[in-house]
């Protein structure tokens, strides 16, 4: 079975940097695109940053510049980087990963259990 493991949430004050982690682990034969969403309470979950597994990047306009993504194909692990850090930053952070888990098999859309972010003075 799937699982994506996220780690590296936390409470920051504005300005500040956190790193968010996670790890694809289980039995599946292809990883593709994986990324991170967020959400706050009563809204949808929106992305924030996905990168392909060619390592093609895109961003949300919101985050544009202050956080960037990367992805270790060898760990099947996608990180988050998040530098200035604003109170408008606050949400659940879901890891996003596009899996297929039989050879020829059908792919699929993978989530974690959310980190929560808090950014407050």
């Known amino acids: 079975q799937v699982q994506l493991e996220e780690s590296g949430g936390g409470s920051v004050q504005p300005g500040e940097s956190l790193r968010l982690s996670c790890a694809a682990s289980g039995s599946f034969d292809s990883l593709g695109s994986m990324g991170w969403y967020w959400q706050t309470p009563g809204k949808q979950r929106e992305l924030v940053a996905t990168i392909t597994s060619s390592g093609f990047t895109t961003y949300s306009d919101s985050v544009e510049g202050r956080f960037t993504i990367s992805r270790d194909t060898a760990k099947k692990a996608v990180y988050l980087q998040m530098n200035s850090l604003k109170p408008e930053d606050t949400a659940v952070y879901y890891c996003?990963?596009?899996?297929?888990?039989?050879?020829?098999?059908?792919?699929?859309?993978?989530w974690g259990q959310g980190t929560q972010v808090t950014v407050s003075s």
């Open positions: 996003y990963a596009y899996i297929r888990p039989r050879a020829f098999g059908l792919w699929g859309d993978y």
